[in-house]
């Protein structure tokens, strides 16, 4: 059974940083291109990173090189660092991996950005 859990949201003033981290478990994780998406309430899903199994990485253009993903294989885990926040980050922010078959989400964690 596949898992992606998350965590490390949470509140931060505008221009702070947050790290974070998606636990997989249940897949060969090395193997799958990884997502991190976001949400707000109303609108559409929209993919925020995305890390390749051999590390190339691909970035949302209105990210402007504020967040990084990295990948730890030998923890199963990846991670989305986030700089300079905005409040127009704010979002419930889900981990996300397509094994082809199918595809599996997080529960997500919350990030808020406000002063």
């Known amino acids: 059974q596949v898992q992606l859990v998350e965590s490390g949201g949470g509140l931060v003033q505008p221009g702070g940083s947050l790290r974070l981290s998606c636990a997989a478990s249940g897949l060969l994780f090395s193997s799958y291109v990884m997502n991190w998406v976001r949400q707000v309430p109303g609108k559409q899903r929209e993919l925020v990173a995305t890390?390749?199994?051999?590390?190339?990485?691909k970035y949302a253009a209105f990210l402007k090189g504020r967040f990084t993903i990295s990948r730890d294989n030998a923890k199963n885990t990846v991670y989305l660092q986030m700089n300079s926040l905005q409040p127009e980050d704010t979002a419930v922010y889900y981990c996300?991996?397509?094994?082809?078959?199918?595809?599996?989400w997080g529960r997500g964690t919350q990030v808020t950005v406000s002063s």
């Open positions: 890390i390749e199994s051999s590390g190339y990485r």
């Open positions: 996300h991996v397509d094994l082809g078959l199918r595809d599996y």
